[in-house]
Nanobody, 121 residues
Framework: QAQLVESGGGLVQPGGSLELSCAAS????????MGWFRQAPGKQRELVATITQGRRTNYTDSVKGRFTISRDNIKNTIYLHMTDLKPEDTAVYYCNADRIAAQGGWKFDFWGQGTQVTVSS
């Protein structure tokens, strides 16, 4: 059974850094575009960054220059390195894979459970 498991969230002061990880577990044959989304209290879930299998990246404007998404295709893992964090970055961060070829078949629009990031002094 494929799963996406996030880790690395926590409490950090404004201006600090944090790195999130998202590992796909199970028997995985291929994962296409993966990404990070976030949802702050009372707000809709929004795209943060995506990365294709070929490592082409895309970022929402508010995180450009501060966040870096990367992936390890051997480990089926993506990372989000976040720097110069601001209180408005506080949210639950979710990992997403648009398509996963796994034992048992294809999975589409697949989500992790989320990890909380809180930026506060």
């Amino acid at each position: 059974q494929a799963q996406l498991v996030e880790s690395g969230g926590g409490l950090v002061q404004p201006g600090g850094s944090l790195e999130l990880s998202c590992a796909a577990s199970g028997t995985i044959f291929s994962i296409y575009t993966m990404g990070w989304f976030r949802q702050a209290p009372g707000k809709q879930r929004e795209l943060v960054a995506t990365i294709t299998q070929g490592r082409r990246t895309n970022y929402t404007d508010s995180v450009k220059g501060r966040f870096t998404i990367s992936r390890d295709n051997i480990k089926n893992t993506i990372y989000l390195h976040m720097t110069d964090l601001k209180p408005e970055d506080t949210a639950v961060y979710y990992c997403n894979a648009d398509r996963i070829a796994a034992q048992g078949g294809w999975k589409f629009d697949f989500w992790g459970q989320g990890t909380q990031v809180t930026v506060s002094s």
